[in-house]
């Protein structure tokens, strides 16, 4: 647990200095150790940064599936489903 918090501020380092491939890295290698909501919300961001929507959306789902009231996940799946141009039937089995 404790070195899926250091790789998970280590990726909070590469967001803060705009290297967001470098921070999907390190939160995957996280995710790999420790399933947390915050390091999928915060590796959805990366991705939605990086123009990854559909993989932006699938670590939104898993991380409200860890925290079903996550508003930053909740939101930022919205912004990947809007960029994929979902539609609302779609969005009925979410």
Request: proline content about 0%.
């Given at each position: 647990m404790e070195r899926a918090k250091v790789?998970?501020?280590e990726g909070n380092e590469f967001v803060k200095k705009g290297n967001h491939k470098k921070a999907v890295e390190k939160y995957s290698e996280?995710?790999?150790?420790n399933k947390e909501c915050a390091a999928y919300t915060n590796r959805a961001l990366c991705y939605l940064t990086l123009k990854q929507y559909k993989e932006a959306a699938q670590d939104c789902t898993e991380a409200l599936?860890?925290?079903p009231k996550s508003?930053?996940?909740l939101y930022r799946r919205a912004q990947a489903l809007k960029e994929l141009k979902v539609s609302r039937e779609f969005l009925k089995g979410f």
């Open positions: 790789l998970k501020e996280s995710l790999k150790l599936k860890l925290d508003v930053k996940a």
